[in-house]
T-cell receptor, first 113, second 113 residues
Framework: DAEITQSPRHKITETGRQVTLACHQTWNHNNMFWYRQDLGHGLRLIHY???????NKGEVSDGYSVSRSNTEDLPLTLESAASSQTSVYFCASRKGPQGDTQYFGPGTRLTVL | KNQVEQSPQSLIILEGKNCTLQCNYTVSPFSNLRWYKQDTGRGPVSLTI?????NTKSNGRYTATLDADTKQSSLHITASQLSDSASYICVVRSGNAGNMLTFGGGTRLMVKP
């Protein structure tokens, strides 16, 4: 069955380290998204991509970067992890038009000490 | 600023009882509104999507309503089950060029036996 996966599911790192969170989908969806979810906030968009080599900044993009070298993957990189980036990160994908459903991955819980 | 407010923040009900969750939004222009269910430790899963012209939509024991004039939506759960314990997130898509999503903070529902 087609699916969307994230790895690792849990990560603990130190302040200043570079961290990359993986997102892989097998639906061949063009559109992929990264969100963070924190207590007291709804899901907030970090970066998104509408296709290979396309990347766009979302609402809370500072300190994060993404790259899209193929359709299936959108890795999220924290260049220099900060304690404020401790959060649960969700990747999502969508086939096409804005009315289509976004399918979310299981999430990655990141702790920055 | 586009905002989505949900109430209550949390709710405890007995198995078999009904409940209603509220969502108020200020997103403009409006495109569509979705309700998602998020089980603990999982990504959100879409329950319903409603466009401007739709007042009511059902998905099994879940019934969503939309009043586009007052910018309010509700999610009614009938004959609750233990498996309904989850967070329910209201998400509104804007109709402007960016078509961005605004997420509510969610209502955490606990169904007790």
């Amino acid at each position: 069955d087609a699916e969307i996966t994230q790895s690792p599911r849990h990560k603990i790192t130190e302040t200043g380290r570079q961290v990359t969170l993986a997102c892989h989908q097998t639906w061949n969806h063009n559109n992929m998204f990264w969100y963070r979810q924190d207590l007291g906030h709804g899901l907030r968009l970090i970066h998104y991509s509408y296709g290979v080599h396309d990347t766009n900044k979302g609402e809370v993009s500072d300190g994060y970067s993404v790259s899209r070298s193929n359709t299936e993957d959108l890795p999220l990189t924290l260049e220099s992890a900060a304690s404020s980036q401790t959060s649960v990160y969700f990747c999502a994908s969508r086939k096409g038009p804005q009315g289509d459903t976004q399918y979310f991955g299981p999430g990655t819980r990141l702790t920055v000490l | 600023k586009n905002q989505v407010e949900q109430s209550p923040q949390s709710l405890i009900i007995l198995e078999g009882k009904n409940c209603t969750l509220q969502c108020n939004y200020t997103v403009s222009p409006f495109s569509n509104l979705r309700w998602y269910k998020q089980d603990t430790g999982r990504g959100p899963v879409s329950l319903t999507i409603m466009t401007f012209s739709e007042n009511t939509k059902s998905n099994g024991r879940y019934t969503a309503t939309l009043d586009a004039d007052t910018k309010q939506s509700s999610l009614h759960i009938t004959a609750s089950q233990l498996s309904d314990s989850a967070s329910y997130i209201c998400v509104v898509r804007s109709g402007n060029a960016g078509n961005m999503l605004t997420f509510g903070g969610g209502t955490r529902l606990m169904v007790k036996p």
